[in-house]
């Protein structure tokens, strides 16, 4: 059996990432999320363990002190933290589970250190509609969404660093386009 393929996916928040992948799970086997640590707090309807493990500061430092560290990888975004469990990517791949990770571009950076990762960035169609998607969202704060769009122009920059971009235009298509990057990298002959 080979080992699972390791699948980075980065895009400025209120892209739609969490709605493709959620579609895309839903449709193709054989694929796990990993649940992030974060100290951000749960937004309504977030559940404890199912899209992020919250903790608080120094839970997180703890994990992430570990020697070796519990964290595969781990960044400060939009001024909170956020780290993958290195024990749930690790045990995962082993037993041949592609898994995918959502993490900023930062944290794509050391995955790429450290693995070798399938990277793909999910892009809006412009910011003018990504700015409607998250007000449209209604999750954050006047405060939080200055800072999701400043970070945004910043975050589109490190786009050409991944193997693959995806824009989310229409939902329909995006999820296609990250479902035949799957299959294809599936396929590849040196995984066989
Ligand atoms: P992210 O995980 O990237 O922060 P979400 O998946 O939460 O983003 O999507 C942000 C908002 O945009 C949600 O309200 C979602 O329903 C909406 N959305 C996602 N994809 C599209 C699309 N292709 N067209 C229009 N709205 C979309
Ligand atoms: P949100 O707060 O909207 O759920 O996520 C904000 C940003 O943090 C997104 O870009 C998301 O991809 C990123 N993120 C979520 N989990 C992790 C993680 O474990 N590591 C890193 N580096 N970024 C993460």
């Excluded at 070796?68 to 780290?83: D, K, Q, R």
């Excluded at 999750?139 to 769009?149: A, G, K």
Aim: charged residues 25%; negative net charge.
């Amino acid at each position: 059996m080979s080992e699972g393929i390791l699948l980075v996916l980065s895009a400025p928040s209120g892209c739609g990432k969490t709605t493709i992948v959620r579609q895309v799970m839903a449709e193709l086997p054989g694929l796990a999320f990993s649940v992030s640590h974060t100290t951000r707090q749960p937004r309504p309807g977030e559940g404890n363990g199912r899209d992020y493990h919250f903790v608080n500061q120094e839970q997180f430092k703890a994990l992430r002190d570990q020697e070796p560290s519990g964290f595969l990888e781990w960044a400060e975004v939009h001024g909170n933290l956020y780290g993958t469990s290195r024990q749930e990517v690790e045990k995962r791949l082993a037993t041949g589970t592609d898994v995918i990770l959502d993490i900023d571009v930062q944290g794509a950076e050391q995955v790429r250190h450290n693995a070798q990762p399938v990277t793909v960035f999910i892009a809006p169609p412009s910011l003018a509609e990504l700015e409607q998607r998250l007000r449209g969202r209604g999750t954050e704060s006047p405060e939080s969404l200055r800072i999701r769009l400043a970070n945004a122009e910043k975050e589109m920059q490190a786009a050409p660093t991944y193997t693959y971009l995806i824009i989310n235009d229409q939902l329909e298509q995006a999820v296609l386009a990250l479902k035949s990057i799957i299959i294809a990298e599936r396929c590849r002959q040196r995984r066989l």
